[in-house]
């Protein structure tokens, strides 16, 4: 007989920074689908200025190993920031089933925003076979029901998660306007940000 076989779940993200909004995404869908682990992956930062300037992957590595820390399931790789150029989620998920071996069934989490634009990615296809996919609800954010009727149904599971209304890139904004972002973020991130005087313009 056969043992069954590891479910690991796959966070990616800017994490920029990481916010209670992805940590109890990542929790609920550990819960719902029966993972053993979820593994934070920040992503690596483009060496093209784009719209914005996003902070080191070093940065974003450590705020991410911070907020999980307390979660024995929780873990953070470096995959994506240790690959040069543009991170896209075929490579990802390549690396880490290089990485823990053909015994894992991979789990991509991601919200409904990102979920939207899935058939655009690099390698749509690839990627159904490499991970199931789990869209997780996102306040303010709707699923577009055409977009999501082209996806593999076996492969692409909705779920909703206790809805919070948090986003990096209020955070970021609350910091350059000198307000609190106590408990959108874990306190050990407030601390982090501002020990680094991150996102003060
Ligand atoms: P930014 O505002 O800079 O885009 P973000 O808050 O969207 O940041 P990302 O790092 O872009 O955070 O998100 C990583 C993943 O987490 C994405 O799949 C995103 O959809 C999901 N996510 C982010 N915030 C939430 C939230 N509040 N609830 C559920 N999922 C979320
Ligand atoms: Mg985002």
Known sequence: MQ????RLGVMGGTFDP?????????????????????????????WQKKDRRVSSGEDRYIMAA?????????????????????TYTVDTLKDLREERGDDVDLFFITGADALGQILTWR?????????????????????????????????VT?????????????CRKRVR?????WYLVPDGI????????????
Do not use: C, M, W
């Not at 990481?18 to 483009?46: K, M, N, Q, Y």
């Not at 407030?190 to 313009?201: D, P």
């Open 18 to 46: 990481i916010h209670h909004g992805h940590l109890v995404a990542a929790s609920e869908v550990l819960a719902r689908f029966s993972l053993d682990e979820v593994v934070f992956v920040p992503t690596g930062t483009p």
């Open 190 to 201: 407030v601390n982090y940000i501002n020990k680094r005087g991150l996102y003060q313009e």
């Open 66 to 86: 911070i907020a999980t820390s307390s979660n024995p399931r929780f873990t953070v790789s470096r995959v994506d920031i240790e690959r040069a150029g543009d």
């Open 158 to 170: 909705l779920l909703d998660v206790p809805a919070l209304a948090i986003s990096s890139t209020d």
């Open 177 to 181: 306007e000198g307000l609190p972002i």
């Open 3 to 6: 043992g069954r076989r590891y």
């Open 123 to 155: 390698g749509a296809e690839r990627l159904f076979q490499l991970a199931h996919f789990i869209g997780v609800t996102r306040p303010g954010v709707r699923l577009e029901a055409p977009s999501v009727e082209h996806l593999p149904a076996d492969r």
